[in-house]
Structures are given as C-alpha cells and as structure tokens.
C-alpha cells in the first residue's frame, strides 16, 4: 500500500461525534500498551500520526484517521490494566461496543496482542463477540523484536492454541523491525477492496 496522506479527522465518545459515513473503516483494539499506537504509525509510514506512550490507558476515545482519501482508520481505546479513573474504564464498554455493533462501514477489527503475553479471556471474549456480529477479526501479534526466533515460534504456536485459530490467522509484527508489515496491509486492503476499488 503506497500512502499519499494519512490524517487525523476527529474523536468521538458517541454516535453523534462519529464521521459521515462514506468511506471503509478498519478499527484497532487490543489491551492498553500492546503497541496498538506503534502499528498504526508504522503501517501509515508516520511517526506521530496516533500518539504513542508508555502510560497504559491514554487513547480514551475512538479517534478517526483518514488514510488516502479512500479508508478510514479508527483507533479505539485499550482494555485492561489502564491507569486511568474506572468511572471511565466502565465508559469504555458501552462506547466501544456502540461504535463496532452499530458502524455501516465498519470492515474489520484488527485485535492486537503482545507476543510475549498469552492471550486471555479478554481477547478470546473479543474474537467471539466479533464473530457473533458477523464482523472479520486479524489478530495480530506485536513486538516480535524482544523475543529471540525460538520464543517466538512457542509463543506464536501457544496463542494460537488458547484463541483456537489457525496460525497462519495469526499475523506476526514488529514495528522496530516492520516485520509482518505487508502482511497486516494485505488482509486489510482485503477486507475493503471491494469498497476502495470503487473510489
């Protein structure tokens, strides 16, 4: 994917906040400080077009991003472990749930996991509630880069195992290294191919 422009269009807490429905949107979950920030910038070849931190918690919105004239990106916020008040913890919920069961243009939801955690009920949660929406889910796997090649292999096999998919499902990444980059761009670009080929 050749990227021309990739800009930020605004943030939403409901319905009411969210774009014109026009383009297709790729959404981004995964627990807070997995590199959900890092693979967007990395995938868009930009360095600061999602803010990234070290401080768990910090998307709090669903943040729209226009990718090419053609696709949108949405950010949303991470769950668990997220230093931030649970007031708004529990806010998330409903907000994010609102936004992947109601979304017209909502293509796919790319779940991202850190290799060096085993994939928990959260994540197994998420994947079933996308199926039960009938919505595509690509899990991918980040910081593949601070295990050595034979941990990676075990953790990739293990993962796979508790999510009960696949592995060839599950993508590899790194985003010191850009491993597995082309990969995620090839299952997004096909999951909304039909809509860019239009625009």
């Not at 627990?31 to 360095?47: A, D």
């Not at 595509?136 to 096999?157: A, F, I, N, W």
Request: proline share 6%; hydrophobic share 35%; charged share 25%.
């Amino acid at each position: 994917m050749i990227i021309k422009s990739a800009e930020f269009v605004t943030s939403a807490v409901r319905q009411s906040h969210y774009p014109p429905v026009h383009l297709p949107e790729i959404a981004f979950a995964g627990r807070s400080n997995v590199g959900k920030s890092s693979l967007i910038n990395t995938l868009v070849n930009r360095k600061n077009l999602v803010k990234t931190s070290s401080t768990p918690g910090r998307t709090q919105l669903i943040n729209f991003f226009n990718i090419n004239q053609s696709l949108m990106f949405v950010d949303l916020p991470g769950f668990g472990y997220a230093r931030v008040p649970k007031k708004i913890q529990k806010e998330w919920g409903p907000m994010i749930e609102t936004y992947l069961s109601t979304r017209s243009t909502l293509r796919g939801v790319v779940l991202i996991m850190d290799l060096r955690r085993t994939p928990g009920r959260q994540e197994s949660e998420t994947i079933n509630w996308l199926h039960h929406y009938g919505i595509p889910c690509l899990p991918v796997m980040t910081k593949t880069d601070k295990l050595k090649k034979s941990k990676q292999v075990l953790q990739h096999k293990q993962a796979a195992e508790v999510l009960q998919i696949d592995p060839e499902h599950l993508l590899l990444f790194s985003a010191k290294s850009r491993q597995g980059k082309e990969q995620v761009w090839d299952e997004i670009s096909r999951l909304v191919q039909d809509e860019t080929t239009e625009h």
